[in-house]
Structures are given as C-alpha cells and as structure tokens.
C-alpha cells in the first residue's frame, strides 16, 4: 500500500481512529461540478476509502473554464467517469465507481441507492430535489452536505437525524484532577511527601497536584473541613499555598500550583454538552437497535452514580508540568490505574446492558469502550433541524433570521433569502434567473416578488423585525450571475464541505449547525442554524 509515511500530518489531527473511520467511509457524490469535485479532492487526498460519482451530464467546453477535473480531450465523455478517473490518480489507495445517469431521476425513483454509503455530499441541486434526497436521508438515517455556489456567494447545508460525537476536541483544556476529593490512590500518593524535610532541588520539583493536595488538607484543618467559597477565602488559600514555598519566585512549580489553585476548591462539574448527552430520553429507551454511542452513555451514566462517586471515568491523561521525572511518571501512573479501573467497571456495565438487549456482550469493541471513556468529557449530540422545516413557511426559524438582521452587516442574510427566491424561481421555470443574458431584465421583477412573498409568508418574521429585506442591489447581481458556479468560490465552498464531511465521518470535532453562508463580494462567511 502507498500508506507507509503520507497520512502522518492529519494523524495528529484526527488520529488512528479518525483515520480508521475515513478510510472505511464510503461517500456518494451528487453532480461533478468544481463545487463536488474540489469536495471530492479533499477527501481523496487524505484517503477516504471509496468514492461513488453521480452525474449525468457529458463534459461540455464550459466545464473546461471552471472545472480542474475534465480535459480538452474529456469532450462529450461522461463527466462522472472523467472526474472519478483523474481524482482516483491522486491516491491510489481509493477506490471509485462512476454512475453516469440523471441523479434527479434517482433521487426520485431509486431511494434504496443511497442506503450504502456513509455519507452523501449534493451539490447544485434545485431546491425540489434538495429537499427529496434530505428526506431519504433523513428516512434511511444517513448524514446529508448540500452544498451550492452561485456566482460570487456559496451555501453549504448539513443534514443528519442525529450525529454523535466522542472527540469534539474541545479547544478548552478539562482537567479533572480530582483534588477536591482525591480517589484514595491519588491522596497516599500525595502524603508520600514530606515537604519539610525535602532539599531546595527536590521542594522545587514537587508536581503542583501534591502541592495543591497538601495545601488542601493544611486549609482544611484551619476552618472546619470546608473548601473556600467566597473571593475573600480563595485569596487566603492563595496566600496560604504561597506561604509554603521556601522561595516563590525561584520555584516555579509553586508557580504553576498558584495559577491552577482554583481547580483545588472547585465542584466537580459536568460539561453542558455532556449533561445534554446524559439526560437524552434515548438512554432510558434502550432497544435492540439503539447505536452504541446511547448504550455506552447509559453505562457512563450508571457509572457515574453507582460507582463513580458523582464523577464520570478519568481519562488518565496527565498534562505536563514541573516535577522530577521520577515523581511524575509516579504520579501519572497513578492517574491511568484509576482511569483502567474505571473503564472496567463501565465496561462490565456494558456487557449488562447488551445482555439485558439480547444483543452478543462483544458487539460493542473493547476499543470503543476505551475510547468513549477517554473522552468521556467531550460527548456531544446534535440534532439537525430538517430542510423541510427550514423551507417550510410555518416551521421557519424566524428568530434566527430576524436577530440577524440587527446586525450591522445583513449583506450575508440578505443572499440566504435571495437564493431562496431564486430556488423558487427555478422551480417554477427550470432555470435560474438571468441564466441567459437577454433574461436578466425580464426576470428581475419576477424575482423581486418572490422575495418580498417569501417574506410576507414566513409566519412572524416581518413583525418581529420590519428591518428583514432583501434589496434590489442583492437581486439584480442575483439575477447577473444567472447560476453560474466560478471555480474560485466553488474551491471554498470544497473546502468547507470536505472539512465538515471529515467531522460527520470522524465522529470528531464539532460540525457546523446547520447552514453556512459564504459572501466572496467582501469575503466573510455566516454559521447559522436556520
């Protein structure tokens, strides 16, 4: 295999699970446009395992202006086939098929089609057929990126009836040291030293957790057994773990003690995303069926309240910080024994819950296990409002839509409506407005009262904020551009999708909920959940 040295970069990423996870995905594409294709090369590239192009279309000589690709030679070849061949030879460790057939013709007819993949990436669809294929997906549960440049300004969509997430990679550190209530390992560590008789050398190479630890236990037993609450007491601790430092500006593991000494006196506490997870009714309503992310959720669940003393399993990951090496390898030993105790005693109550589903104790992955204890601190759900409900006049999410026009820049929320009226007017005349250029004055007009019915009929919106419009300006560039999709916009609209389509497939980071906006006129781009 060509895998021997070429993923290392993006491993640091996403890891061997998320590299796992990307090369036994299997990810349909809709339509062979630079928008699809520039998605496409970037999941070729990092090595997804199987692509599956849908396009009916021949290569034409407008596709050579706009598509990297298709070739000269390409002419009047099928652009499924064309676009699979070229983007195969950039890894050979992919494989592809190529469907050369109308996908609106399937999207219509042949729903089961889309039942093997892992993931379905749409792009320049009208908003009929957008909306079919999302509720195929939504049926047949399968994550959904609808994406679509037109012009100067591009859209992406996501779509999936619930994804999970096991390592959202949270930019903010969580540590859960367990100083406040040490496990009992963690404390006769901690009374193994004895500060006073220490030399200078060894004092100042104590791990700031034994620091934080011992100065809890000397706080403690001057007032009455209770942690600081108030500002005034949490700056006494301060001075009081300050006071047993023989030096405090020469000993910088005093230092790093004095920054994290907070975590010290602070209440165990839940993450909100991982709160949300645990009080999901799907872990009450456990079946046959249920994915293993809900099961292993009950179990940490169950874990926390039966064994856990409140707390979820440790993650056994130690930061680095100023010790001698012997103490920390001590002490981080410490952390991943309790942290292997812990993933055993979630791991039994896993194989309880599949047993009591009549489901095989080992259809869940040891692996898996590890894995979701690990990084049982960064669980998250979403559920992805429909396109039915976005589109639909009554279910519109208004609020969204008029909060954002109390903006200074509503330029981007303006396009969102404009291309919605658009999408109207290609349903009601199989193009899109000014798609010739003898169009564009004619079709103006028509396009401005879509807009303003489009506005009137989105249930509360006008009242809530009579500032909503979507103006001339936007409207006539609209219908200059007539659908046209630059390849300059098209390659970041790519990017956003395959970066998105990573996180669906990965279980990893958080995606976009659940539509994102992209203004190339001044390059800005919006996240809104619409």
């Not at 098929?97 to 093997?116: E, K, R």
């Not at 934080?212 to 001075?239: G, I, V």
């Not at 997870?277 to 169950?302: G, K, Y």
């Not at 970066?499 to 006129?521: C, D, M, R, S």
């Amino acid at each position: 295999m060509a895998t021997d040295n070429k993923y290392d970069r993006q491993l640091r990423l996403w890891g061997a699970n998320g590299q796992k996870a990307l090369m036994e995905a299997k990810v349909c594409l809709i339509n062979a446009g630079p928008t699809g294709t520039e998605s496409l090369k970037n999941l070729v590239l990092p090595g997804v395992g199987h692509i599956t192009v849908v396009d009916g279309h021949k290569v034409e000589s407008a596709d050579l202006g706009n598509n990297f690709f298709v070739e000269s030679d390409s002419l009047g070849k099928s652009r499924a086939e064309v676009v699979k061949d070229l983007l195969l030879e950039m890894n050979p460790d992919v494989q592809g098929a190529a469907i050369a057939q109308d996908p609106l013709h399937i999207i219509q007819h042949n729903a089961s089609f889309f039942d093997d993949f892992t993931l379905i990436i749409a792009t320049q669809l009208p908003e009929d057929s957008m909306k079919k294929l999302a509720a195929i997906c939504e049926q047949l549960r399968k994550p959904l990126i609808c994406g679509h440049s037109y012009g100067f300004v591009g859209f992406v969509r996501l779509y999936s009836a619930e994804h999970t997430i096991v390592e959202s990679k949270l930019e903010r550190a969580i540590d859960d040291l367990c100083l406040r209530d040490p496990f009992p390992e963690l404390q006769q560590f901690a009374n193994r030293f004895d500060l006073n008789s220490l030399d200078d050398k060894m004092h100042a190479h104590v791990p700031y957790v034994v620091l934080l630890l011992h100065c809890n236990e000397l706080w403690k037993q001057q007032n009455n057994n209770s942690f600081p609450r108030t500002p005034e007491e949490k700056d006494r601790y301060r001075a009081l773990l300050k006071s047993m430092a023989r030096n405090f500006n020469d000993e910088l593991n005093f230092a790093e003690a004095f920054e994290n000494a907070y975590k010290a006196f602070a209440e165990y506490e839940m993450p909100p995303e991982v709160s949300d997870v645990m009080n999901c009714p799907e872990l009450d309503e456990l079946t046959v069926d249920s994915d293993q992310f809900w099961i292993l959720a009950r179990a940490l669940r169950d874990f926390k309240y039966m064994q856990g003393g409140g707390r979820l399993p440790l993650s056994g990951v130690l930061a680095d910080m100023t010790a001698d090496t012997e103490s920390y390898l001590a002490l981080q030993r410490v952390y991943q024994e309790k942290a292997e105790r812990d993933y055993v005693a979630v791991a039994n109550r896993v194989r309880g819950i599949l047993q009591s589903l009549n489901k095989p104790t080992d259809s869940i992955s040891d692996e898996y296990i590890r894995l979701v204890c690990k990084n049982s601190q960064q669980l998250q759900f979403i559920r992805y409002r429909t396109l039915e409900e976005e589109y639909s006049d009554s279910t519109a999410h208004i609020e969204n839509i008029s909060e954002g026009f109390y903006d200074e820049d509503t330029s981007n929320l303006q396009w969102y409506l404009a291309y919605r009226a658009a999408s109207k007017f290609y349903s009601l005349h199989n193009r899109y407005p000014g798609a010739k250029d003898s169009d564009i004055a004619g079709d103006f007009p028509q396009l401005r009262q879509i807009a303003n019915d489009l506005l009137q009929n989105m249930q509360g919106l006008l009242e809530s904020n009579p500032n909503v419009a979507v103006s001339d300006e936007v409207l006539q560039e609209l219908c200059r551009y007539g659908g046209a999709e630059l390849h300059n916009i098209a390659a970041i609209l790519g990017g956003v999708i395959s970066q998105e389509a990573v996180k669906l497939i990965t279980h990893q980071y958080t995606p976009i909920n659940n539509t994102y906006i992209f203004n190339g006129i001044i390059s800005k781009g919006l996240t809104m959940e619409l």
